[in-house]
Each structure stands twice: as C-alpha cells, then as structure tokens.
C-alpha cells in the first residue's frame, strides 16, 4: 500500500481540483444549483472527501482490471450512462446539463488515469521501455471466449 501513497494522493488532489472547478462553475449554473444549507460539510470539503473515496475505488479496480485509463474510462463511461443518461431519459434533466456533466466525468476520469499512471511509474514500475516476451506475455489480460471445438480448425464465416 505504501507504494501506492503517492499515486493515490496525486490523483485524489487532481480529482478534486477537476471535479470542484467542474461542478462549481460549469455544471452548478447549468442547474441552477443551491447547495443544501442542512449539509454536513461544505462543498470544498464534500468534493474532497468524494474526491478521497472516487480514488480509493479507483486504485482497487486498477488492481482488478490491471489497465488504468481502461478502468478510469469503465467508471466514466458508467457513471455517464446510470446518471446523465438515465436523467435525461426520465426528464429530470436536460440535454445540455447532462452533456456538461458527461465532459466533467470524462475529463476528471481522463486526468484521473495520467496523474495516477505518472506517479505509479516513476516510483514502482521503473523502467518500462525493458520488456521481453515473456513479461509481456505474462501480463496479457486480454479476454478471449472459449470456443466450444477447439480441435477442429473453423474455416465458416458464420460466427455460431
């Protein structure tokens, strides 16, 4: 965990600073946003706290997916379609509001995965230009679906 300290705390600073700016002055005019006057904390203090917890997430699924802008974009492409998509369909908000907080996500997610990828580089990766064949063969997590007839050569264009 300690190795990864440094990404984290980069990445949370650099979420923060997106998502705050983000929201506070292109996504809260779009709404005409009030902030809630019974909140526990301040938006500065709301935004970093998310910001603290959006990259903890973060970190963990990096460890599953093993690929960090494809796990910052999942988590984009995901939010944009259970929110923004969601919303616009059921009414609640409008197309513009919506595409502003679709260009927020996909930034803070974008800036996300370059902040955490320099930090986690230049500290625990080292030198990534020396690879061989067989590192990288043994770090190809790439899906491939099991074919039901594996002896037989397919020479069919028919994909079934």
């Known amino acids: ?71 910052a974009m999942v988590i984009a492409l995901s939010q944009i379609m259970i929110v923004d998509v969601y919303y616009v369909i059921n009414g609640e908000r409008g197309v513009t509001a919506a595409a502003v907080s679709a260009v927020i996500l996909l930034l803070t997610w974008f800036v996300a995965a370059k902040v955490y990828s320099h930090f986690s580089d230049t500290e625990s990766v080292g030198d990534s230009s020396v690879t061989t064949a067989e590192t990288t063969e043994a770090t190809d997590y790439s899906y491939s679906p099991p074919s039901e007839k594996s002896e037989e050569p397919d020479n069919s264009s028919f994909p079934y």
């Open 1 to 71: 965990m300690s190795d990864r300290m440094k990404p984290i705390l980069f990445t949370t600073i650099a979420v923060f600073g997106v998502t705050y700016a983000g929201v506070r002055f292109l996504f809260a005019p779009q709404m005409g946003a009030d902030y809630a006057s019974n909140a526990m904390f301040g938006p500065e203090v709301t935004s970093l706290l998310g910001s603290l917890v959006f990259v903890l997430f973060f970190d963990y699924a990096i460890g599953l997916v093993g690929d960090v802008m494809k796990t």
